[in-house]
Structures are given as C-alpha cells and as structure tokens.
C-alpha cells in the first residue's frame, strides 16, 4: 500500500474525534490524489424496520442530505447492491436517476454528475452504504475504483470497529438486565419503542440544534440504555405497587448514580472511554431525570445545564409510559398523552422542542407503538 494511505490510517482509527470528524480527514486525503470525490457519505440500514437512514458525510461541493431515512426495499437498485453486495458505478447521473424521490431529487438538484455505491459490513452483515460522488461525468474509472475501494475498506472497518463495540456495550447491559431479572415494566419492547421516539424527536429538532445524524444515530443507539442502574435495585422496592416510603425512595433515585458507576466499567472493559461520543451516553444515563425547573435529580439540574440528549430521552420516555397498558392503568390516548407533557412543559418541567416534535410526528410513533407492542398483562 502507498505511504500516502500509511499516513492517513492511525488519524482515520485514533479515537480523537467523532466519525465524522475521521471522515472528513480522511476526505481530505482522498482529494490529494483523486480530486474529483466531491462528497463521502455513509448511510447505516435498520434492519427491525427495513429503514435506511442517513449517517456521515463529508460534502465538499452541494448541500448535505441529512436527517433522511427511508426503507430499502422501496430502493430496487440499492436493494440489489445490498443483496449482490457489488458496488454500483453510475456515469452520468442525469440521464439514470429520476426525480420521484426526496433522495434522488436531491441528488439532481446538488449537480453530482457520477457517483460510486458499496455495500459495508460488519462480519458478513450488512449494515449499510458509502457513497462516493462527483461533480464531473465518469469520474469513477477502473483505477479511481480501486483506489477508492481500499479507502472504502478503511471507512467500513472503522464504522463496524465501532459500531461493534457501542452495540457491544448495548448488548451487555441488556444480558446484565437479564440476568438481575428486571421487572419494572421496561420490557424489551418499550426499550425498542423509546430508543425509536427519540430518535423521531432528535430528527425534528436537529435544525434548531445543529445535530448531525451521527448524534442522532448515538441517541438511539444509548437512549435503551437509560435505566440500567435499576439493576442495583431491591425488587421489593423496584416493583412495590403503592407509594415510595422517603428512604425507599432515596434508594429508587440512586439507580442513576449506579448507572453512571455501570457504563463507566463498561467503558473501560471495551476501551471506548476516550471516544467523543460515549459522551452522549453518560449524559443519558446520567440526566435523564433532571427537570428544566430543578426539580429533578440527582444533582437538581436546570435549564440549559441539563444535556440536550438526556432532555431528549426524558421526553420519549415519558410519552412511552403514559401510552403504554399497564397492570394498574389503561394505556392513554396520543392526544391525552400530548396534553400531559404539554402541562409538563407549562410547569418548566420538560423540554418544549421535544414535546412539540412529539406532536408533529403522532403518526410515525403510533406505527412504532404498534410495531413494538407488548404482551398482554
């Protein structure tokens, strides 16, 4: 391999910056020797709802595409590349794509001209797509081909390196759960259903924030997470039907702080305790029950003071335990559920964004809350 690729590979696998800080060095690189990759982006696949969903980009001519999702299997020619697993080459974009979706009208708008497609995985799976494209026709040759093809290669083991171990994480606290046998309610499926809200709220409020789908994607990926201290709680407290006694809860609220203790270990145990982006994780499991007023705990956070992806979560959270049946309440309507974060928002108690991305996307929760129900009590 070229010394020029030996340069650039600690920077691209260091954890010194998020992914897309990595993809935007590594671009650079790229237009060293192959100027005409006028933007790099990866788009990672949901396969529990089919959906695709917009990821990283490094887009040095037009505008980025973000916050775009949509399903696979509406997508023939992606849908083959997945199934394939061959890349695809278009050279003259103009003439091939049509403007009958968002992406593609997009695409014709930005002026790319030819474009490079392949699949990535991680271990045989496929988890999604890079994208390589050009403002200039046929600029994707057999040789640019396989020059891009190795730098494709480092993308994608970076992206499944982590990716990897943040699900890794996922799936440890899930097996600790398992293990304590927790049975406060947050079922598999309302952790499913949740992790999906947030991420519906993260997307609607992105452009007031600035978030880019990478955050976006990092709140769904730890939003399940949010609980997992509850494992260091005494059943007899954490399934008590009536009301708290004062020290019991004392000792309810201190799964936060048991929490924080939790994924601080698994931090270490997998290495990731420098990455940028476990960030998000601890201010979720960390805030997720500070109020706006400072009224919450553990610390009696206020306002701006409270982390915008812990406000996030507080929100989807509660919508989910207000519409969801449970052994002592009827599962509340949309719009009964609406009106109490409304007053919760009146109260300064929970973020106004949040609630009304809420109420913007009834539509798009219901198909969640429906595709991930839970079993009778």
């Known amino acids: 391999m070229p010394s020029y690729h030996q340069n650039f590979i600690p920077h691209l696998f260091e954890n010194t910056g998020s992914l897309n800080e990595r993809l935007s060095y590594l671009h650079d690189r790229i237009l060293t020797t192959i100027p005409t990759v006028h933007r790099i982006a990866c ?34 020619s992606l849908l083959h590349i997945a199934k394939s697993g061959e890349p695809r080459v278009i ?3 103009q003439k091939v794509i049509k403007s009958n979706t968002l992406h593609s009208a ?38 640019v081909q396989r020059d891009l093809g190795l730098y494709a290669s480092l993308i994608n083991m970076s992206i499944s390196s ?6 890794s994480i996922v799936a440890s606290a ?113 805030c997720h029950h500070e109020f706006l007023d400072g009224s919450g705990y553990p610390n009696g956070l206020k306002g701006d003071a409270i982390p915008l992806a812990a ?17 002592y309440k009827k599962a509340w309507t949309v719009r009964d559920a609406c009106g109490e974060l409304n007053r919760m928002v009146l109260a300064g108690k929970i973020d106004a964004d949040c609630v009304a991305a809420i109420e913007q996307n009834t539509q798009e929760l219901l198909i969640i809350g429906e595709s991930f129900q839970d079993n009778d009590f």
């Not at 980025?64 to 999702?69: F, K, L």
């Open 311 to 327: 406000r996030i979560v507080t929100v989807a959270d509660i919508y989910d335990a207000l519409t969801s049946k449970r052994p």
């Open 43 to 76: 788009a990672i696949y949901d396969a529990e709802q089919d959906q695709l969903k917009t990821f990283l980009n490094s887009t040095r001519q037009g505008n980025a595409i973000i916050g775009y999702d949509f399903k696979l299997s509406d997508s023939p």
């Open 106 to 143: 997009w695409l014709l708008q930005q002026g790319y001209r030819s474009s490079f497609t392949l699949p990535i995985y991680d271990n045989s799976t496929f988890i999604g797509f890079l994208f390589f494209d050009s403002m200039e026709s046929a600029a994707f040759t057999p040789v």
């Open 162 to 167: 982590e990716l990897t171990a943040v699900r």
């Open 174 to 286: 899930k097996l600790a759960r398992d293990f304590a046998n927790l049975r406060d309610f947050e079922t598999g499926n309302h952790l499913e259903r949740m992790a999906r809200y947030s991420r519906i709220i993260a997307k609607a409020i992105a452009p007031i924030h600035n978030l880019t789908d990478e955050f976006i994607e990092h709140i769904f990926l730890f939003a399940p997470l949010h609980d997992i201290g509850k494992i260091g709680i005494p059943d007899s407290i954490l399934l008590k039907p009536g009301k708290l006694e004062p020290e019991e809860r004392k000792k309810m609220e201190s799964h936060v702080i048991k929490g924080n203790k939790i994924v601080s270990k698994m931090l270490g145990d997998y290495a990731l305790q420098h990455l940028p982006d476990t960030e998000v994780m601890r201010n979720i499991v960390g």
């Open 91 to 93: 050279t003259e974009i």
